[in-house]
């Protein structure tokens, strides 16, 4: 062999099976993980993805509580004009609100259970200084239908709190953290429930 001359490649053929090899290894490893990443791709689109349910038009008591038997407790049974929208995006989101019409002694006493079934401490609403009762005689402000797009309710027509003109609203359960507003004049009641 001459001094300018190469050695005869030896590792030519452990290369090329490398490269082989290598290249199989990904694609078996590709093939392997595509189902588990369109499986997860699948599931942050449905949790991403809100469920709503809403009734359009008003219900009696009847009809609502054969169509929404999950959703009677505490209503008066003179309720009328039963409006519900309640929706749930991803694993915690959720909405429900509701409405509907009763004699006004009814929607006080509806408030008023509220209330007491709040599911606040004593300690609770000391600390943070819920007002469990606010009564108004001006129109409260609107809800924001912008944050119930996010839900698939931002098109809702029927949740007119702005409308009433004199009334109360409080904090209701679960755990104080629903909302709601009774027109003391109409006779209706409006909830809000939000996470």
């Given at each position: 062999?001459?001094?300018?001359?190469?050695?005869?490649?030896?590792?030519?053929?452990?290369?090329?099976?490398?490269?082989?090899?290598?290249?199989?290894?990904?694609?078996?490893?590709?093939?392997?993980?595509?189902?588990f990443v369109l499986m997860?791709?699948?599931?942050?689109?449905?949790?991403?993805?809100?469920?709503?349910?809403?009734?359009?038009?008003?219900?009696?008591?009847?009809?609502?509580?054969?169509?929404?038997?999950?959703?009677?407790?505490?209503?008066?049974?003179?309720?009328?004009?039963?409006?519900?929208?309640?929706?749930?995006?991803?694993?915690?989101?959720?909405?429900?609100?509701?409405?509907?019409?009763?004699?006004?002694?009814?929607?006080?006493?509806?408030?008023?259970?509220?209330?007491?079934?709040?599911?606040?401490?004593?300690?609770?609403?000391?600390?943070?200084?819920?007002?469990?009762?606010?009564?108004?005689?001006?129109?409260?402000?609107?809800?924001?239908?912008?944050?119930?797009?996010?839900?698939?309710?931002?098109?809702?027509?029927?949740?007119?709190?702005?409308?009433?003109?004199?009334?109360?609203?409080?904090?209701?359960?679960?755990?104080?953290?629903?909302?709601?507003?009774?027109?003391?004049?109409?006779?209706?009641?409006?909830?809000?429930?939000?996470?």
């Amino acid at each position: 062999m001459t001094p300018n001359q190469k050695p005869p490649e030896k590792r030519l053929l452990p290369r090329r099976i490398f490269r082989l090899i290598r290249r199989r290894l990904f694609l078996i490893i590709g093939v392997c993980l595509a189902p588990f990443v369109l499986m997860f791709g699948s599931f942050a689109y449905v949790m991403s993805v809100p469920h709503p349910s809403v009734s359009e038009t008003p219900l009696a008591y009847m009809e609502f509580t054969n169509r929404y038997p999950e959703h009677i407790a505490g209503l008066p049974s003179s309720a009328s004009n039963i409006y519900l929208a309640s929706s749930s995006v991803g694993l915690g989101g959720r909405a429900h609100l509701y409405r509907f019409d009763a004699p006004v002694a009814d929607c006080i006493q509806f408030g008023e259970r509220l209330i007491a079934d709040n599911g606040l401490s004593p300690a609770e609403i000391e600390v943070f200084h819920f007002p469990l009762r606010t009564d108004f005689t001006v129109n409260p402000d609107a809800v924001d239908m912008a944050f119930l797009r996010a839900y698939g309710l931002g098109g809702i027509q029927w949740f007119d709190v702005e409308t009433i003109s004199r009334g109360f609203s409080g904090f209701g359960p679960p755990h104080g953290l629903a909302y709601f507003w009774i027109d003391a004049i109409r006779g209706r009641v409006y909830y809000y429930w939000t996470t």
